[in-house]
């Protein structure tokens, strides 16, 4: 009698963990930013290669959930395709601070454990979703940040490259573009400034998490940190509810505590993800004024994509075949 137990046990324990028994549907969503992105700043040849690179994301990421394994896995992998890419701003492609430097930022939320781990400021970690993963899994703490967070990386083997890794013609250009213009008005148009990239996922086994990276707003300041790396304003995930993933003017979203909020409306207020994430980039923000948008899947595969910009690069697949990659806001 006893042995049989054990038996069953050990069966139901790997059923439960190891997603190679698992049954359910999975979803994965992506983004690559929201901003000015219209068909005059985005001509066909670069709309392909941006639809490529999001297709990109989205097979390594489902090619995990279509394994049976888990969301964040899944989420982890389509950030890293997005972070090496220099048509983002994360990683490689990361827009240049006031200074002309590169400081990034990035957090992951595991929705199961209720786990999670981010890092702001680094200069020289070139995938720093992984990273984040790492403070999660192998450390007692949620949010490292620049030097600190450097030295974590390269104790716990993550790939350090030199700071130069990160130069970018075309990103340089733009923070030049933005100095003169600030010089010259005193205002820049925050969509102007923008971009990061983020993911979040359902896997087979009901389990829901969220990832984001970015390297900010570019010509920012005084090591300025938005939201991406903020749990409960960039990234948040909760296996009740839904995973988000935010992009947008961090200052704003991290006042409005904007991927909290969406989990938060629909446990206190139980309306549905769509309404959620409406009220919240069409109402309280679009409201203020606030540049942004979001993208999220709730417990049962629904999924949101909405943002007040003219454009923000989106997409998402499901295990019933369905995938979408988009651009602009009329498509
Ligand atoms: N939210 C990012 C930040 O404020 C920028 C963006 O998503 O475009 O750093």
């Known amino acids: ?62 090619a995990i959930l279509e394994a049976g394994g888990s969301s964040l896995e899944a989420v982890e992998a ?42 702001a400021g680094v200069t020289n970690i070139r995938n720093p979703i992984s990273t984040a993963r790492k403070v999660m899994d192998l450390s007692p703490h949620v949010l490292l940040t620049a030097r600190g967070a450097e030295a974590f990386a390269m104790e716990h083997g993550a790939d350090i490259v030199d700071p130069s890794y990160f130069f ?13 213009r600030m010089d010259e008005t005193g205002y820049i148009d925050s969509a102007d400034m923008m971009g990061t990239v983020g993911a979040v996922a359902l896997d087979k086994n009901g389990n829901l998490a969220a990832a984001t990276s970015t390297g900010g707003m570019t010509a920012k300041r005084y090591n300025r940190v938005g939201d991406s790396p903020i749990i409960g304003a960039g990234t948040y995930a909760e296996n009740s509810s839904c995973a988000v993933s ?53 417990k049962d595969g629904n999924v949101s994509m909405p943002f007040n910009t003219s454009g923000m690069f989106r997409g998402y697949t499901r295990s019933d075949g369905e995938r979408v990659v988009r651009i602009f806001g009329d498509d």
């Open 168 to 180: 970018d013609e075309y990103r340089y250009d733009q923070l030049q573009e933005q100095l003169r």
């Open 246 to 298: 935010s992009t947008g003017h961090g200052e704003y979203f991290i006042k409005y505590a904007v991927a909290y909020d969406v989990s938060a409306q629909m446990r206190y207020k139980g309306v549905e993800l769509e309404e959620a994430t409406n009220s919240i980039i069409h109402g309280t923000l679009r409201d203020l004024g606030v540049n942004g948008g979001l993208i999220a899947v709730d």
């Open 78 to 119: 389509a950030v890293r395709i997005m972070e090496d890419s220099p048509k983002f701003n994360a990683g490689k492609g990361a827009v240049f601070t006031h200074e002309g430097g590169n400081e990034l930022d990035a957090s992951i939320m595991c929705g199961q454990q209720m786990t999670a781990g981010a890092i």
């Open 1 to 62: 009698m006893k042995k049989k137990l054990t038996v069953f046990l050990m069966f139901a324990w790997l059923v439960s963990f190891s997603g190679l028994f698992a049954q359910g549907n999975y979803t994965l969503v992506i983004h690559g930013g929201a901003g000015n992105v219209d068909r005059e700043r985005v001509p066909e040849d670069r709309e392909e290669a941006f639809n490529a690179k999001l297709n990109e994301a989205l097979d390594a990421g489902e």
